[in-house]
């Protein structure tokens, strides 16, 4: 019985073979070509659209591209719209993002969640910048550049949780990698005009926009003259607050018109943060002598180099002017900030102290008019677009064992629009800091923070401080090979190029290399509002109206 009652089962499988198989085969013989034509027919159907294929072999991240654009819906018309593809790209890195953040929400530090809940806001900026008619594609530039950059920070400040981070948010930094590759991808097959000539229309104004997008008329006029305030702060009661921190939580809400705050003289011992909502905010000081902010965090004390600043500017559309910010923490304390900008901003007389990593040039894009910048240590740094224009650089005393380094530029795409530029600045040590004592310590005028480091010192003064080589390595973050390192028309006893460093990225005297570098090709329009406040201006590539940088007032 159990014999048959196999050979019975096997009769069944057979049978149910036979009913599938040979119907099959029967198909295959009497249409050979069926299946061949089913798969083309399903191939066809996934294959990228010729755009979405040429852009994406543009991209740092091709198969990530094609994936995010895989599921891009027929009915958008590719042809006659790449804005479109920009916008569907992004938005899947906001959802990515924002599933991201709920996910670490319960583990991370508040400031990783604010640098995501940052990203998350420039992307959506993004967005609304594609919707303007015209799309307004220098501001997506900046927007995107700031979005990598707050990622990688994120990473860095959070050393215990790097390796988690990396995996969660690396893929996030390169989803918008790729989006900003996308738009640079439009604007090289887009912007062509009539003559065959390739025009930059990604990264130039609007033929009617002679300002930054950041500024207006009215932000011209309060940059020339002493505005009328909104509220006052003074120290000993006679204005609306006695601290500055009250009275930027007072002002409105993402307010449309300046909110203007006087600060009469005094020293204001706080750390004051400009949060992103608290936009259009403008601080006035009384002269770089006489107001005075200042704080003392540093990473010593268990701060990081993020949360360190004295002054945090992250509200957009910032102004300053007549004032001077200090972190006081001494150099044995190492990073301690005085200024953080994460927002484009502006700044006119202002004075900014500390030892190590004293300016965090951060993010977006930054302009600083005729100020004073003092430290020893990559005192300069950042990955915003930022250009520092008839400013006093002076060099302080390390402490033993340190060398003096003036810029590190943080760029980590070669998409992004980011940069250090020194235009007609003045470069030399700080006046306490002896011939002597110089001679134990090495200075340079920068050294790559990462892969795409770039810094220009154009038309600048610069003091036997600087060492004859110029620059320095920094093998722990960048690869010497794809950085951009520039010097043009400078002069001084610390000038002389001939025992430079010989870098395939350090260019110098190159009208070519700096031309991109100057105030209105960086600043997209900057050099209209710098004349418009009637103040010298050395924007242009010659600058033959100008001051030479070495008769710029001490401070």
Same mark, same amino acid.
């Given at each position: ?134 799309? #307004?594609? =220098? ?6 550049? /700031?979005?990598?950059? *707050? +990622? $990688?920070?994120? &990473? ?98 993402? #307010?449309? =018109? ?6 009469? /003289?005094?020293?204001? *011992? +706080? $750390?004051?943060? &400009? ?108 990955? /915003?677009?930022?250009?520092? +224009?008839?400013?006093? &650089? ?162």
């Amino acid at each position: 019985m159990e014999f048959s009652g196999k050979k019975s089962s096997r009769s069944v499988v057979a049978l149910i073979t036979i009913i599938i198989i040979i119907p099959v085969a029967f198909l295959i013989i009497l249409s050979p070509s069926w299946l061949f034509s089913y798969q083309t027919h399903h191939h066809k159907h996934n294959q990228p659209h010729p755009f979405i294929r040429n852009t994406c072999t543009n991209t740092l991240y091709p198969s990530l591209c094609l994936h995010t654009l895989s599921s891009i819906h027929s009915s958008i018309s590719i042809n006659n719209n790449h804005s479109r593809v920009v916008e569907f790209a992004i938005n899947k890195t906001i959802r990515r993002a924002t599933k991201c953040r709920s996910r670490l929400l319960l583990t991370m530090t508040t400031n990783c969640i604010d640098l995501l809940d940052q990203t998350i806001y420039e992307l959506q900026e993004s967005i609304n910048a594609l919707h303007l008619h015209p799309p #307004s594609y =220098a501001t997506i530039k900046n927007l995107l550049s /700031a979005a990598i950059t *707050n +990622e $990688n920070t994120c &990473i860095e400040e959070q050393q215990p949780h790097r390796h988690r981070l990396q995996k969660s948010l690396t893929p996030i930094m390169r989803m918008i990698s790729n989006c900003l590759a996308i738009v640079n991808h439009i604007d090289d097959t887009t912007a062509t005009n009539g003559a065959g000539l390739t025009t930059s229309l990604l990264s130039r104004p609007h033929p009617r926009v002679h300002v930054p997008s950041w500024m207006t008329a009215a932000d011209r006029r309060l940059m020339q003259t002493p505005p009328t305030p909104t509220v006052v702060v003074a120290i000993d009661g006679s204005g609306n607050f006695t601290t500055i921190g009250a009275a930027v939580s007072m002002a409105p809400n993402r #307010s449309a =018109a300046r909110y203007i705050i006087q600060i009469k /003289a005094g020293v204001y *011992n +706080e $750390n004051v943060v &400009i949060p992103r909502l608290k936009i259009n905010i403008m601080l006035v000081g009384e002269g770089m002598n006489s107001t005075i902010i200042t704080g003392s965090r540093n990473l010593v004390d268990g701060y990081t180099t993020f949360t360190s600043a004295t002054l945090s500017v992250i509200g957009n559309n910032f102004l300053a002017r007549d004032l001077t910010v200090i972190n006081t923490a001494g150099p044995d304390k190492h990073q301690a900030v005085a200024l953080r900008v994460t927002s484009d901003a502006a700044f006119y007389h202002c004075q900014f102290i500390s030892h190590q990593d004293t300016l965090y040039a951060h993010s977006l894009s930054q302009l600083y008019r005729e100020c004073a910048i003092h430290g020893t240590v990559d005192f300069i740094f950042g990955n /915003a677009a930022a250009i520092f +224009e008839r400013c006093l &650089i002076l060099v302080r005393k390390p402490i033993p064992g340190q060398k003096n380094v003036i810029t590190a530029q943080g760029r980590l795409d070669p998409n992004q629009n980011t940069g250090i530029s020194l235009q007609d600045c003045t470069i030399m040590a700080a006046p306490d800091f002896s011939v002597t004592e110089r001679s134990n310590f090495s200075t340079f005028l920068g050294r790559p923070w990462r892969n795409y480091s770039r810094t220009i010192v154009m038309r600048s003064y610069l003091g036997d401080i600087i060492d004859p080589r110029g620059w320095c390595a920094w093998n722990k973050y960048s690869n010497l090979d794809t950085v951009e390192y520039i010097e043009y028309m400078n002069f001084g006893p610390g000038a002389e190029t001939r025992n430079r460093v010989q870098w395939a990225g350090y260019h110098k005297n190159s009208s070519t290399d700096v031309d991109n570098f100057t105030i209105q090709s960086f600043l997209h329009g900057a050099n209209e509002w710098l004349k418009s406040t009637d103040l010298p201006i050395c924007g242009g590539l010659y600058a033959k109206d100008c001051k030479t940088a070495a008769s710029a007032q001490v401070y």
